[in-house]
């Protein structure tokens, strides 16, 4: 452990907030009738005390500035503070300070009871041991009195690092006697942060992560792959854990087999299309084997490496299912020709979509025409379900059972319960 306490900014650090602060600042001037400057002027809303900042960038008087104040509040409260989206990467390093044994907490301008609610809408209420804003009274607080209300009790500066996107961060940081790092993906400049004596100055949030982290705290890469029957809904449930998990500061990679990569599409076309009828089973599975070992070497293994989480629509639990079992290849065979895959990866987590042939059947009715593989006879099918059962059965740990065939809200809502051991 680097630092006994990391102390983070918000806006711009944590978030890329700008959105809802510069609608927010332009609703409130219009409705109290003043000049709206342009976007680069409101931009430099963000981080400062708004107070301040409606009166040096928008020339309002004191009483101007917190009547615009109340007003931006108004809409911030109720839209504005959700305009926002988490910095790839921070939610994964955040739980790692966690791990670590680091003390973790915010130290921000923004009221501290948005602060909560938004880390709440996010997840991320518990990557932090206290969160440290102004009052919806106190609307100019100095950000040194924000940094001490965030430490813990006896703490000393020195053991603290403090991370922000702006001079006035790395300045109340440097000031008690703090690490101060500045980061250069939020909203100020390396001039500005280097200007205000900035120890470190991390680009992205890797940068970011290499330098709070030793090397064996570092957040590492999970698998989490998707499996069921066609027609189970495995693909919709997948896209939308990517757009949660992105939303919350997640790095993701989402992909697919057979695919993922130019090569592995191609041998995927020749596999599903209607023009292949015909094609021998161990021909058909040792295409699938083909097109997955470049798949993971070109794209799997690189973006765990990198710590991403990576949802993949398929691996090899397909292949046991739909080669092994449907086209009664056995499973000695296809573990073979996929050695170099299995050995180089395994998932961390496999969600398996139940569901009736016939509700499979009818979802599929209504979607694109039929695939090489998905005109199958319904025997095939059976001995592919009868596969996931066995699947399942073997592997509880890795394999968790979702009914597929609820609604898609319902679905969703047992995935997420399901990959919340797997999120660093």
């Known amino acids: 452990m680097k630092f006994d306490i990391v102390l983070f900014d918000f806006d711009g650090t944590i978030a890329e907030s700008g959105e809802g602060i510069v609608r927010c600042a332009r609703w409130a001037l219009e409705q109290m009738g003043k000049p709206v400057p342009d976007d680069g002027v409101l931009r430099r809303f963000v981080g400062p005390p708004l107070v301040a900042s409606f009166q040096e960038l928008c020339g309002l008087s004191e009483d101007e500035a917190r009547r615009a104040v109340a007003i931006y509040r108004e809409r911030y409260s ?65 950000k040194r009195a924000q940094l ?39 909203y100020g400049s390396r001039e500005e942060l280097e ?90 599975a040792l295409l699938y084997a083909a097109a997955r070992i470049e798949h993971v070497r070109s794209v799997v293994l690189p973006a765990l490496r990198l710590g991403k989480i990576v949802l993949c629509d398929r691996f090899l639990d397909s292949s046991m299912a739909y080669q092994a079992a449907g086209r009664e290849l056995g499973e000695d065979f296809i573990r073979q020709i996929n050695r170099a895959a299995s050995e180089a990866v395994t998932p961390d987590c496999t969600l398996l979509f139940d569901i009736d042939r016939d509700c499979a059947r009818a979802r599929m009715a209504q979607g694109a025409p039929l695939d090489r593989l998905e005109s199958e006879r319904e025997d095939f099918f059976d001995r592919v379900a009868r596969a996931y059962d066995r699947i399942a059965r073997e592997a509880p740990q890795r394999v968790r059972r979702i009914d597929a065939a609820r609604g898609v809200q319902e679905v969703f809502a047992d995935v997420l319960a399901a990959v919340k051991d797997n999120l660093d």
């Open 78 to 142: 109720q839209v504005g503070l959700f305009e926002a989206r988490i910095y790839p990467g921070i939610a994964p390093l955040l739980r790692a300070l966690r791990r670590s044994g680091a003390w973790v907490a915010v130290a921000s301008a923004k009221p501290e009871a948005f602060l909560v609610r938004i880390l709440e809408h996010f997840g991320l209420s518990d990557c932090f041991d206290a969160v440290a804003g102004t009052t919806m009274e106190n609307q100019s607080a100095d």
């Open 195 to 284: 200007a205000a004596g900035a120890d470190f100055f991390a680009e992205d949030v890797a940068a970011l992560c290499a330098h709070l982290l030793e090397p064996d705290e570092r957040p590492r890469g999970r698998m989490i792959t998707f499996e069921g029957t066609d027609g189970c809904g495995k693909s919709t449930q997948m896209e939308m854990l990517a757009g949660w998990l992105g939303e919350r500061g997640y790095e993701v990679t989402a992909t697919r087999e057979p695919g993922g990569c130019p090569i592995a599409e191609r041998i995927r076309e020749v596999i599903l299309s209607l023009d292949s009828s015909g094609m021998s089973a161990e021909c058909e």
């Open 148 to 186: 001490l209300a965030a430490m813990p009790e006896g703490a000393e500066a020195r053991r603290a690092c403090m991370v922000g996107d702006r001079k006035f961060d790395v300045a109340a940081g440097r000031a008690l006697g703090m690490h101060a790092v500045g980061v250069g993906y939020g």
